[in-house]
């Protein structure tokens, strides 16, 4: 649909929805008892117009209480309780679904020249099968899913099969069928997620159930379940979802469900153990996810499950051991994340199929030579660690991988995601050319406990407690990274002093001490950092401005965005004008916090040539954050670097009386946060300045 303007289009709250709904029936839903039933009704269409519009109007004029009670029942049980709610919401809806008609899109000229016939996309059953979820989706997960099915293409690569995934969730979400939800917190991670609206869900099980066999589910999500032995199913289901309830046991003989493809028990905490025989029901299986469980061991009959294509155990955090799982030929998907396993199932050498393996607990002490070079068809490897708890530094140590294991990961040329653990030995004279395959990498390097979130975009390397320079040559493999975080490293350097890193883009240092001394040599003769847009200096000793750090390193600045500086003791001004590092003139975004001795963001140095900046080189910052800032007095000179800012928080900063702004340079500002107390007793120029900002301001709370 080709558009001008797009607009998100809100549902309504709770009281928006009962005012359209009662405009729509009348003044019959004040009668006393019909009210709570006409409140509830409302309340089921979840904030959707189309619904309330539709299901209130067909409810016009209905006097009987039983009409209501059925119309409630109807709608909880997904199932329209009406004919003119069947033809105006749920056909209306599943008119926009078989619009896309079947959708399967051919293969390439290239896969056609080799005759390969096949689908690689059926978007109503990816719509259809969002329905198995009760709340948040998380979107890999779900791609996942999708793609073990064979919806997204028997043949696909991951990477392949997760790009047609996004391309389906784009696609839903054009046409109202999905929405974004946002970055969602699952236990040690954060997730991106996106919804379906419990009216677009109730007409997706709707068609289910009403359209043929193929996609019948058993939907018994997020109703709070502590036993399923009473709830009958169908030998013909294919998917089935007892996801987000309080299970405490599963029973010992289990309906023969022999369609069964996908099996979803994630999200019930209180369930500890399944019984031995229990996946013996469920032959022809290929999705299972068991996330969020207390369970201790899978039982023997998990190895019986030969068409198992995606087997999910995310945050299973009290599960030590699996079981063989020799049989599992067809696995592609082995997602252990959060984890305390302790040693590697056995029979995972038959697993010649697999294609993402997320491992982050295993003991690496039981990985043998030759372990990686049994996967050949692997895609995505995570081996690193999601959160360790009380493990300690030494058992950490031990988890590392050493340089024969990092050598054979370099022969597994499908490979295209890697997040592992390497103990720092293992750079020591390496070809890194093979880094190149990769389109994105987490390398942790050293006896690192720190959590940094992994974004399978970036190709990043997390150092901890290492001298960089001297333990082996890290340089080797940073020429192939775009994120590097440095925690309490020493001889950064060193390490760029003779070498460019073009593809750097971010540098993050913690808890690292500088000398700042004079620089050996000559300085400034190439950038090692050309391409560098973030930098984070946090509890950096010693640092007093950033042009010193800059002019340390020999750094330019030349295309620096962002700027965060996080408890930095020393620092008492941010940039001068004096030396070869100047304000960054591309810089947009500027957070400050915790830095007791800073005094000014700007100094001009009196004995400068260049004491004023020309207009090509002042920055246009958009966003400036301070925060606990109790010496800073003022922002600095040329004012004129702050007539693009847009956002401005200014907290605990309470010797900052004056803001660089006047009438003519605040036109783009849109917000001003900050605590009451300051911004009562700011200076203001012009008496009218201040009643002009007044609409922009927002009173700063402790949240």
Known sequence: MKTDVEMKVYTLDEDESWQLFAKNVGDIVNQEKIHPLAKEIARECDGLPLAIIVIGSSMRGKTRVELWEDALKSLRMSEPHSKVVEDKVYKVIKWSLDSFGSQDIESSSEQRSKRVNKKRGDIQSCFLYCSLYPAAIPTDDLIH????????????????????????????????????????????????????????????????????DEHTFLFQAGIGLTEISHITISASVKGISFVSNKIECLPDCFTKCPKTTSLLFQDNYPLQKIPQEFFLAFPA?????????????????????????????????????????????????????????????????????LRLLNMPVANMKSISKGFFLKFPSIEMLDLSYGSLGETSLDEISSHSLGATSFDEISYLYNLTYLSIRVDSSSFFNRDYTWMTRLKGFHIRVGETSIYVPYNKSERAINVFKCEIFSNGELSGMLQFASHLYLHICMGLRKLIAYNTFNGLKLLKIECCSCSFGLVEGESGQFDPLPNLEHLGLVSV????????????????????????????????????????????????????????????????????????????EIPRVRKLNLNDLPELATLGEPQNMWEHLEELTVIGCDGLRKLPLSIQTSKNIKIIEGESKWWSQLEWDDDNFKSNLEHCYKEWYYR
């Open 145 to 212: 899913c999708w793609w073990a099915e064979g919806i997204l293409g028997e043949h696909d690569t991951y990477e392949e099969a997760y790009n047609r995934g996004i391309t389906m969730i784009e696609r839903l979400k054009d046409a109202c069928l999905l929405e974004y939800h946002g970055m969602v917190i699952f236990p040690g991670q954060v997730v991106d997620c996106v919804k379906m609206h419990d009216v677009v869900r109730d007409i997706a099980r709707w068609i289910a159930s009403t359209f043929g």
């Open 285 to 353: 299986l290929r999705v299972l996810n068991l996330s969020q469980t207390s369970i201790e061991a899978l039982p023997s009959s998990i190895n019986s499950l030969c068409q198992l294509r995606a087997l999910i155990l995310q945050s299973c955090d009290v599960l030590k051991e699996l079981p063989t799982i020799a049989n599992l030929h067809n696995l592609q998907v082995l997602d252990c994340d959060e984890t305390f396993l302790s040693c590697l199932p056995q029979g995972m050498d038959n697993l010649i199929n």
């Open 541 to 616: 000793n010693n640092l007093r401005s950033v042009s010193d750090f800059g002019q340390y390193l020999g750094l330019r600045f030349s295309k620096l965005r962002e700027l965060v500086i996080f408890k930095c003791a020393s620092l008492t001004y941010v940039f001068n004008d004096d030396g070869a590092c100047h304000v960054p003139k591309h810089l947009e975004e500027i957070r400050i916090m915790v830095c007791p001795q800073l005094v000014e963001l700007y100094v001009q140095c009196s004995s400068s040539d260049q004491a004023t900046l020309i207009n090509s």
